[in-house]
Every structure is written in structure tokens, then in C-alpha cells.
């Protein structure tokens, strides 16, 4: 089946302590990319990435990091959580940055 | 940047009934996509049309695109208690895809 899988879909944590969120995708898209969803914010893209080897900020990059080593992984690193990144995260992917996006089911991320 | 702005915010409509929604966008566009999603869940693709396409129809959706107006509208005919979600339009420009904040689409029985 085809799919985007993040890990974990849950996640509690205190401030500071460095964690990364996985995104792994199954049908081989050259395009990847994370958002983050907040109550009456909509989604906000975070980074993405167009090909192996190459990423881009978002709009809202700060505080987080990312690698793209292999096509299929896309991981999302926050080095010093805080609590103002308490929101849900999806990571999505595509064959192309302008078609249609497939979404993980999220992550919902709780800083204390 | 939040570019695709949707209208209402929320619709509240009986089963049967068709649901309309709109959304506004600022600069120019290479497509303009809708998504729906249920409650904390990831987003599904409805549909995308293409700057220079008007109109296109998949099942009982369909949207339109006005690049005069720069706005778009997603129709749901004869619409479902299922229907129930939020639906997001996003606009593909500058290698990147914006979301607007959302619309939530109640669906009565």
C-alpha cells in the first residue's frame, strides 16, 4: 500500500531534551516535505526537501532541522524543544513539488 | 505565508444538500489543490487544477479556478453525513505548497 509513515504518532516530552521525528515514504517521491498544525493557523511548511541531498526552509524553520540521505526517509530533528512547538506534524510527499501531496497521519508532539 | 484564504469558515448543511466553498489566493499560482481532513487525521487529495484549467469535475466534486479573480471554489453535490471534515485549498507557487487555515463542513443527517 501506498503510504507515508511517521513516528511515533504520539509524543511527550520535556524542554530541552533533543528528539527526532521519523517520515518514511514507499512510492519513491522525489519531493518531501513537514508542516506543523496549530488552532486557527491552518498548516505552516516547515522544510522541504526536492531530492536527496537537497532541502529548504519553510516558512517556519526555526528550531528545527532536517535530513534527506535517502529518498525514502525525511526525518524531523528539534536539538532543544520548546514549548511553543507543542503542535501536530505531518510530513507529506509527492512525485512533484506542484502535484498532489500524500500525508502521514501525524504527530501529535507535547513539550512540558 | 499563508496564501489561499477559504470562505466561510464553517458551513453547516442538511444531507442531500450541495456545500460550496471558496477560497482566495494573493500572488500567482502554478495549480490550486483542495484537501479534506477528518478529525486529527492527515489530509487526503481531492483534487487539483491547473492555472490555465477553469473547471474540473472528479465524482461529486467540483472546482473552478478564476485567475482574474484569483479564486477558486470547491463544489460538493448532494453531500454526506461522511462529508463531515475540514477541507483546506493550497496553492502551488515557488516550489512549495501553502495551505489556507480551513474550512469546516458540517453535514447533517
Known amino acids: 500500500e501506498a503510504q507515508v509513515t511517521q513516528n511515533p504518532r504520539y509524543l511527550i516530552t520535556v524542554t530541552g531534551k533533543k528528539l527526532t521525528v521519523t517520515c518514511s515514504q514507499n512510492?519513491?517521491?522525489?519531493?518531501m516535505s513537514w508542516y506543523r498544525q496549530d488552532p486557527g493557523l491552518g498548516l505552516r511548511q516547515i522544510y522541504y526537501s526536492m531530492n536527496v541531498e537537497v532541502t529548504d526552509k519553510g516558512d517556519v524553520p526555526e528550531g528545527y532541522k532536517v535530513s534527506r540521505k535517502e529518498k525514502r526517509n525525511f526525518p524531523l530533528i528539534l536539538e532543544s524543544p520548546s514549548p511553543n512547538q507543542t503542535s501536530l506534524y505531518f510530513c507529506?510527499?509527492?512525485?512533484?513539488?506542484?502535484?498532489?501531496?500524500?500525508f502521514g497521519s501525524g504527530t501529535r508532539l507535547t513539550v512540558v | 505565508s499563508q496564501q489561499g484564504e477559504e470562505d466561510p469558515q464553517a458551513l453547516s448543511i442538511q444531507e442531500g444538500e450541495n456545500a460550496t466553498m471558496n477560497c482566495s489566493y494573493k500572488?500567482?499560482?502554478?495549480?490550486l489543490q483542495w484537501y479534506r481532513q477528518n478529525s486529527g487525521r492527515g489530509l487526503v487529495h481531492l483534487i487539483l487544477i491547473r492555472s490555465n484549467e477553469r473547471e474540473k469535475h472528479s465524482g461529486r466534486l467540483r472546482v473552478t479556478l478564476d485567475t482574474s479573480k484569483k479564486s477558486s471554489s470547491l463544489l460538493i453535490t448532494a453531500s454526506r453525513a461522511a462529508d463531515t471534515a475540514s477541507y483546506f485549498c493550497?496553492?502551488?507557487?515557488?516550489?512549495?505548497?501553502?495551505f489556507g487555515k480551513g474550512i469546516t463542513l458540517s453535514v447533517r443527517p
Open positions: 512510492m519513491n517521491h522525489e519531493y
Open positions: 493550497a496553492t502551488g507557487a515557488n516550489s512549495k505548497l501553502t
Open positions: 507529506a510527499s509527492s512525485s512533484d513539488r506542484y502535484y498532489g501531496y500524500t
Open positions: 500572488t500567482s499560482i502554478n495549480n
